[in-house]
């Protein structure tokens, strides 16, 4: 699931690594070289909503300069009241957490570069 994270981080261009790698094994299969398929993540069935809040949300996050920023609950508030996402207590407390988890693992992989 972190690695999964990554992939689909967007970056200034608007793609993420797995638009690049999908893109690429297209142009292989077109090329008619067989390629593994990109493991997808294993969203727990009935969170997929949550998933996809949790990376629109991510999107738009701030920096430091230096950092991304965490999302906060005012964030999380001003997403929920534009897009009508009906987001209630426990969905709010899970993002925050996926956010941690995703802070966590960008901060590790700098560790360990």
């Given at each position: 699931?972190?690695?999964?994270?990554?992939?689909d981080?967007?970056?200034?261009?608007?793609?993420?690594?797995?638009?690049?790698?999908?893109?690429a094994?297209?142009?292989?299969?077109?090329?008619?070289?067989?390629?593994k398929?990109l493991?997808?993540?294993?969203i727990?069935?009935?969170?997929?909503?949550?998933?996809?809040?949790?990376?629109?949300?991510?999107?738009?996050?701030?920096?430091?300069?230096?950092?991304?920023?965490?999302?906060?609950?005012?964030?999380?508030?001003?997403?929920?009241?534009?897009?009508?996402?009906?987001?209630?207590?426990?969905?709010?407390?899970?993002?925050?957490?996926?956010?941690?988890?995703?802070?966590?693992?960008?901060?590790?992989?700098?560790?360990?570069?």
């Open positions: 699931m972190r690695q999964t994270l990554v992939l981080l967007k970056d200034d261009t608007g793609f993420s690594q797995r638009d690049r790698i999908l893109a094994q297209e142009q292989a299969e077109r090329n008619g070289r067989s390629v398929p493991p997808e993540p294993e727990p069935e009935g969170y997929e909503r949550l998933w996809n809040h949790f990376w629109e949300l991510s999107r738009a996050r701030g920096n430091s300069g230096f950092d991304l920023m965490p999302l906060s609950y005012g964030d999380i508030a001003d997403y929920d009241r534009l897009m009508a996402a009906g987001l209630g207590p426990f969905d709010v407390t899970a993002i925050r957490r996926m956010d941690e988890a995703f802070l966590g693992y960008l901060k590790e992989q700098r560790g360990n570069n």
